[in-house]
């Protein structure tokens, strides 16, 4: 159940993030056309999913979390037939099936029975039916499900390439922050049907608030020359933390002319990034 939620989806790929009953699944419902809001607007492509759902659906590709498809079907038929409920002619649907199953790396297996493929190729299988009528927008649920760490890469470099080099806008629903973080360029976070944040990551993570160095060895050595000339340092391990002062670049810079000085072994020196993770973790405590 979604309550006063409001957002806007950029382009590229959006991640939508929440707990389970956080209204995901409501939000997808609504996009497609299945649920109408109580009150207030909810538009999709510049239209009303109320008033023209049947159009909002030909424009909008949609693989579900489920494994559920038909064992006795070939992949390919599966793809077609969806692509003809789309709207697409027959001969049309046929062709871009072929080129959707090619798309998604199913192409030499695309006359298979689905109950022979394993869980990652039936996860390709609803990715090729979400693009097979071309849609300007493909919303994922779960797309990663039941894959294994090989496959999980793979569908997460596809997904990205259709949101860049595709030009199709992806709506990506996963409980996996780090995949969100990996290929998103934003996301919306919903908390108890209302929407916790919204945004770019960049707006999300808000500016840098200090430096980190990773050293092989002396770091109390390089913490106390900065600490005597008035930065505020943080140890912990192999790492330092350098609070920003003046901005991001002068601090970088002092902290790099300090390890210099005393001649310790750089492993990384970057700019604290707040983590998905602790952006969640905020919006929804």
């Avoid at 409920?85 to 959707?100: C, Q, V």
């Avoid at 998103?184 to 209302?194: K, S, T």
């Avoid at 092989?216 to 140890?235: C, E, F, R």
């Avoid at 072994?265 to 969640?280: A, C, G, K, T």
Wanted: glycine share 10%; proline share 4%; net charge negative.
């Amino acid at each position: 159940m979604l309550d006063g939620a409001s957002f806007t989806i950029g382009r590229g790929v959006t991640g939508l993030l929440g707990s389970n009953g956080a209204g995901k699944t409501t939000m997808f419902g609504m996009v497609l056309g299945l649920h109408r809001p109580d009150s207030g607007t909810f538009e999709v492509l510049g239209l009303d999913p109320a008033d023209a759902g049947p159009e909002i659906r030909a424009r909008i590709g949609y693989a579900p979390e489920h494994h559920m498809l038909p064992p006795d079907m070939r992949a390919h038929d599966l793809v077609r037939h969806l692509a003809e409920i789309h709207g697409l002619p027959r001969r049309e649907a046929t062709t871009r099936a072929s080129d959707a199953l090619w798309q998604v790396g199913l192409g030499e297996e695309r006359f298979r029975a689905l109950g022979t493929m394993s869980t990652g190729q039936r996860q390709r299988v609803k990715l090729a039916q979400a693009l097979a009528h071309d849609p300007a927008m493909v919303l994922l649920d779960e797309p990663t499900d039941g894959l294994d760490p090989v496959q999980r890469d793979d569908m997460l470099a596809l997904i990205r390439r259709i949101g860049t080099e595709f030009g199709i806008d992806v709506v990506l629903s996963s409980h996996l922050l780090e995949e969100v973080e990996r290929i998103c360029d934003g996301v919306v976070i919903l908390n108890g049907g209302r929407v916790a944040a919204s945004g770019s990551l960049d707006e999300l993570r808000g500016t840098s608030s200090g430096v980190v160095a990773e050293l092989d060895s002396d770091v109390v050595t390089v913490a106390a020359q900065l600490t005597s000339v008035g930065w505020t340092v943080s140890v912990s391990a192999s790492t330092l933390t350098v609070e920003v002062q003046g901005s991001v670049e002068l601090t970088l810079d002092a902290v790099r002319d300090a390890i210099a000085n005393v001649g310790a072994p750089l492993r990384s020196l970057h700019p604290r990034r707040v983590s998905l993770e602790q952006i969640f973790l905020r919006e929804v405590s």
